[in-house]
């Protein structure tokens, strides 16, 4: 059974950073594409950041360009999103996922139970 499990999320004032981690179990997570997704209170969930199997390639929303950073470490299958400069508007679950296809293509296969990061003023 794929299970991805968050960790390292919590309450951190405005211009701070966390980093949040995934570990995957349950499957060759190492050859597929993975991401971070959010969901805000009140609002859809929305893509964060992704990465190939590789880590050759990144992708970014808009808004956290230049202030997250996603990256993986094959051997210990696990994938973390570096969030530094955090804004209020930050504050959401995020939910760690595993994509069907070693690139990022298509909608998420696994999913994580999520993790709650909360950004003070």
């Known amino acids: 059974q794929a299970q991805l499990v968050e960790s390292g999320g919590g309450l951190v004032q405005a211009g701070g950073s966390l980093r949040l981690s995934c570990a995957a179990s349950g499957r060759a997570f190492s050859g597929y594409a993975m991401g971070w997704f959010r969901q805000a209170p009140g609002e859809e969930r929305e893509f964060v950041a992704a990465?190939?199997?590789?880590?050759?390639?990144?992708y970014y929303t808009d808004s956290v360009k230049g202030r997250f950073t996603i990256s993986r470490d094959n051997v210990k299958n696990t994938v973390y999103l570096q969030m530094n400069s955090l804004k209020t508007e930050d504050t959401a679950v995020y939910y760690c996922t595993c994509y069907s296809d070693y690139q990022i293509v298509g909608v998420p296969r696994y999913w994580g139970q999520g993790i709650q990061v909360t950004v003070s003023s």
């Open positions: 990465i190939n199997w590789s880590g050759t390639s990144t």
